[in-house]
């Protein structure tokens, strides 16, 4: 069954009008103050200061057309969400053993999430709206789809291959699916586990580095061209790929890195490749799978064209969870002693971690995403002092895309006693994955349109080259030299919401509601 689509504008609809806050000539201008606390922490003492930093912004409000291209569009994350993105836009429905249901995006924080915007002075209410509205959004019914895999199977037969989604919904989609054109990928052998040569029959020609590159660079123009776009973003949903070794004269600086290419040196990774050629077509790129692509060369690259980057790996069920967990028992004064963590999944993804060296890639992405909660703390941590974290993962066919994870958490709590979480956690992986790829590309995509200006600077600028707003999708998230890395979820939530409310005009979210916690006379 499907709906006719209904006449779509370029943007989902903005309905909050911010007093103090400007449109202008295209623009939205508003203004911030922005507080931060410096701390002086001596031996016998802190001192703090606080600095207030004004703050203006400016948001372009036309929405562009807007392209994504998927490195691994053939596998399972691509084609679901290929799949969703064609059955929200024709509102497909179908029927279940619990009655029909219509395509959504549950689980994407664009989609369907809201934040609150104020309150009520009347009675009170907390008013809130979805996260969409506070500035104009590119609509995932006008993004348009493409990109590569190294595997030639049309789409609408690897959507079959994947299995995730229901027979019926499959059914609705397969012409489109099929008429979604893929280009043939990038594939070294040396990066990717042996178990993956039997799907390697789609593959760029040329063999050196250098001609890969410039054929992906043609690609990209050809994509942009043929469909009318003003701006593409370029996604690795491809294998997880071995670390790679960053080599001095190689991946240290931006030139050493494409003499490099043009050298066709071996320790240059695919996924690397996709990336300086998304940079140097003016591309937005994000890494959604745990391999260390953003080496210093790439990163001075992008910074010198204004390219954001945003990686690594993405945080979808498991890590998403545990990022939750370790928050709360930390931030409540508990003592996480042991974290140990179990996952089995029969996917192709699952596939390819069952080689060691593609393994260790996603092992180091997922045991870092409590050291932030546990560095925070030196009353539960001394110095060095860090939970027993393990890791197992393996492949398990018949559990295909429904992966099983398996976390048992320890903690020290009052007059040491001890105290056990033990969850089990069926993720879907690609059904999760997908809306979380979706955010990833709509606020890349709203990021690349606000500007801004402290009193220090002259003119408008973007933000830092690493995108550390888009922490809340990532299991890895890559920052600015110097900055922390926040892995707990809820700090990573309001960092994104916020700075878009304050782009909008509205200060940063009020916890304190102190209006309402005094003495009321």
Same mark, same amino acid.
């Given at each position: ?27 939205? $201008? ?73 395509? =959504? ?72 699916? =099929?008429?979604?054109?893929? $280009?043939?990928?990038?594939? +070294? ?18 063999? +050196? ?73 003016? &591309? ?10 953003? &080496? ?46 179990? =996952?089995?999944?029969?996917? =192709? ?79 879907? +992986? ?26 220090? +600077? ?64």
């Amino acid at each position: 069954m499907v709906r006719p689509t209904s006449n779509l504008t370029c943007e989902i609809a903005r309905p909050l009008i911010v007093t103090g806050a400007e449109e202008k000539d295209g623009y939205l $201008y508003s203004s911030h103050s922005y507080t931060r606390t410096v701390v002086d922490a001596q031996e016998a003492r802190m001192v703090a200061t606080t600095k207030t930093t004004k703050v203006d912004y400016r948001t372009e409000v036309r929405v562009p057309r807007v392209g994504v291209m998927f490195i691994g569009l053939a596998g399972n994350n691509g084609t679901t969400l290929a799949a969703g993105l064609l059955a929200n836009k024709k509102g497909v429905t179908w029927e279940t053993q619990r009655g029909d249901r219509r395509a =959504n995006w549950l689980g994407s924080v664009a989609m369907t999430a809201t934040c609150k915007v104020g309150v009520n002075e009347q009675n009170g209410e907390e008013i809130y709206m979805p996260v969409n509205r506070l500035l104009p959004m590119l609509h995932p019914d006008n993004l348009v789809l493409g990109g590569w895999d190294i595997n030639a199977m049309p789409l609408d037969e690897a959507m079959k291959r994947a299995g995730v989604l229901p027979v019926e919904v499959q059914r609705q989609l397969r012409e489109e699916m =099929n008429g979604i054109a893929v $280009y043939p990928g990038v594939y +070294d052998y040396d990066f990717i586990a042996t178990n993956q040569e039997v799907r390697a029959d789609h593959v760029i020609t040329r063999k +050196d580095k250098q001609g890969q590159l410039e054929t992906l660079r043609s690609n990209i123009r050809e994509f942009k061209k043929a469909n009318d776009l003003e701006k593409v973003i370029i996604f690795w949903n491809g294998n997880t790929e071995r670390f790679s070794d960053h080599l001095e004269g190689v991946h240290d600086t931006a030139e050493h890195l494409l003499e490099a290419i043009r050298n066709n040196t071996t320790e240059i990774a695919p996924s690397l490749l996709y990336c300086v050629a998304a940079v140097l077509e003016g &591309c937005a790129y994000v890494n959604g799978s745990p391999q260390n692509t953003f &080496c210093d060369g790439v990163l001075e690259l992008a910074k010198q064209k204004g390219v954001y980057l945003a990686g690594d790996d993405l945080k979808t069920g498991q890590t998403k969870f545990k990022s939750v967990m370790a928050d709360f028992l930390v931030s409540t004064g508990l003592k996480p002693v042991s974290i140990v963590s179990y =996952n089995h999944l029969g996917n =192709n993804d699952g596939l390819n971690l069952s080689s060691e060296k593609q393994f260790r890639s996603k092992e180091i992405t997922k045991a870092s995403v409590v050291d932030d909660m546990i560095a925070s703390n030196s009353l539960l941590y001394k110095e060095g002092e860090h939970p027993d974290h393990l890791i197992v993962i393996k492949y398990v066919p018949t559990v295909g895309d429904s992966k099983r994870a398996l976390d048992e958490y320890t903690a020290d709590i009052f007059m040491n006693g001890a105290q056990t979480v033990v969850v089990h956690n069926t993720c879907e +992986d690609s059904l999760l994955a997908a809306p979380i790829i979706l955010d990833l590309v709509l606020f890349m995509e709203l990021l690349q349109r606000i500007h801004v200006k402290t009193e220090q +600077d002259q003119e408008f600028q973007q933000l830092d080259t690493l995108a550390s707003l888009l922490s809340l999708f990532l299991k890895a998230p890559q920052v600015p030299k110097h900055a922390p890395v926040i892995n707990a979820l809820f700090p990573q939530r309001e960092a994104l919401v916020d700075f878009l409310r304050a782009a909008a005009g509205l200060p940063a979210t009020d916890y304190i509601a102190l209006n309402y916690r005094r003495t009321q006379n």
